[in-house]
């Protein structure tokens, strides 16, 4: 079957750095998403991971180990519009398909 | 990337109606996407919707149910029929853009609907 595991809710400190995992087990890999999506708001795009390591885009970074079937997303000097959830997804195949993750509420205190 | 507009943004619909909602893309995508987001929980692909050609339904969604058009490389609409307050839930256009292997979706504003 596939899956992917999020944690339910994180809480952080504005100014700090939070770091949100995704493990998944599925039957194919061709790429991890990270969307945030505040609260009745739609999905939006955050990072594409598809080779092993770091990629860096402004307080957002996001990790990828293909052999452990893990990602995480790190943000960097929170601010309270960071509070919003977080979903994971993966593209198993060569076409459109996701597998999406049930996202990990993420809630910043000043 | 691209533009895309949906409606309604919300609505509330008594049980046995049906509500038709658009997506509106601003540039020709090839693959329309229809999800539904119920309250807590993650993303469903209920429908894959090709221009031309009948939309392909996942497991658990049926056209009688969810029908969908797609007259155009720009234009989409997804039908909740015969709804129940099961429907209520957050419904969701997308499209795919990119090159190669990084393809990303990207999200209209979402339909929120409540059934009574």
């Known amino acids: 079957g596939q899956n992917i595991d999020q944690p339910t809710e994180m809480t952080a400190t504005e100014g700090a750095i939070v770091q949100i995992n995704c493990t998944y087990q599925t039957s194919g890999f061709n790429g991890l998403f990270w969307y945030q999506q505040h609260a009745g708001e739609a999905p939006t795009f955050l990072s594409y991971?598809?080779l092993d390591g770091l990629e860096e885009k402004g307080r957002f970074s996001s990790f990828l180990s293909r052999s452990k079937g893990y990602s995480y997303l790190l943000l960097k000097e929170l601010q309270m519009k960071d509070s919003a959830s977080y979903l994971c997804?993966?593209?198993?195949?060569?076409?459109?398909?996701?597998?999406w993750g049930a996202g990990t509420k993420l809630i910043i205190k000043p | 990337s691209a533009v895309i507009s949906q409606k309604p943004s919300r609505d509330i619909c008594q049980r046995g109606t049906s509500l038709t909602i658009q997506c509106q893309v601003d540039s020709q995508v090839t693959m329309m996407f229809w999800y539904r987001q119920q309250p807590g929980q993650s993303l469903t692909l209920i429908a894959t919707a090709n221009q031309g050609s009948e939309a392909t339904y996942e497991s658990g969604f049926v056209i009688d149910k969810f029908p969908i058009s797609r007259p155009n490389l720009t234009f989409s609409t997804l039908t909740v029929s015969n709804m129940s307050p099961e429907d209520s839930s957050i419904y969701l256009c997308s499209v795919e853009e990119g090159t190669g292997a990084s393809y990303i979706q990207y999200f209209g504003a979402g339909t929120r609907l409540s059934v009574l």
């Open positions: 997804a993966v593209r198993v195949g060569s076409n459109y398909q996701l597998i």
């Open positions: 991971n598809v």
